[in-house]
């Protein structure tokens, strides 16, 4: 089946680590992107990549870092430098006008 | 700068009531426009999208959703509500930049 993938479904982080979200994709999109998710607040967009090496910020990308080795992969790296880390993290991909959503990975600071 | 509004954060039907979620935008040009279903904990599930053609568009589970360009708005509807709509629902639009911007979501809950 064909999908996206995000691992793991829930981390806990201690204040001062980082932390990185995976995210998998078996579409053969070319495009993925990184959302934040905080009750009331809709999804925000972290990054974007259209292509394999390179990538684009969003709105809110400070705190954040992201690559694009290989098609199939983006991973996101939550730094110490985000103040505010605890959120849903969801990851998505871009095929025929329609983006295809993963089931999200859920950051808690502790 | 596009914008999209979402009018309610919360919407209580009875079950078997019309069900309706409003959307409206900020465009001085039309846009792709999606609505999304969010259940507790999971990602987002495409409901139904517009981009041309027919301004009225049928979704999955009942849902269907009509484009006014004039009243710049995409509000979603379902004749009756069913339980299992009891969900969060995501509108968002985007200008073929493949980039979406969401709305700040409407959490349906359904009374039997």
């Not at chain 2, 301004?55 to 009756?80: D, M």
């Not at chain 2, 509108?91 to 930049?97: G, H, I, M, Q, T």
Request: hydrophobic share 35%; aromatic share 14%.
């Amino acid at each position: 089946d064909g999908g996206i993938t995000q691992s793991p479904k829930y981390l806990f982080r201690k204040e001062g680590q980082n932390v990185t979200l995976s995210c998998e994709q078996n579409l053969n999109h070319d495009a993925m992107y990184w959302y934040r998710q905080d009750p009331g607040q809709g999804l925000r967009l972290i990054y974007y990549s259209q292509i394999v090496n390179d990538f684009q910020k969003g709105d809110i990308a400070e705190g954040y870092s992201v690559s694009r080795e290989k098609k199939e992969s983006f991973p996101l790296t939550v730094t110490s430098a985000q103040k505010n880390p605890t959120a849903f993290y969801l990851c998505a991909s871009i095929g025929q006008d329609e983006q295809f959503f993963g089931p999200g990975t859920r950051l808690t600071v502790l | 700068a596009q914008s999209v509004t979402q009018l309610g954060s919360h919407v209580s039907v009875s079950e078997g009531a019309l069900v309706l979620l409003r959307c409206n935008y900020s465009s001085s040009v039309p846009p792709y426009l999606f609505w999304y279903v969010q259940y507790p904990n999971q990602g987002l599930q495409l409901l139904l999208k517009y981009t041309t053609g027919a301004t009225l568009v049928k979704g999955i589970n009942g849902f269907e959703a009509e484009f006014k360009k004039s009243e710049t708005s995409f509000h979603l509807t379902k004749p009756s509500a069913h339980m299992s709509d009891a969900a969060e629902y995501f509108c968002a639009v985007s200008f073929n930049d493949y980039k979406l911007s969401f709305g700040a979501g409407t959490t349906v809950t359904v009374r039997a």
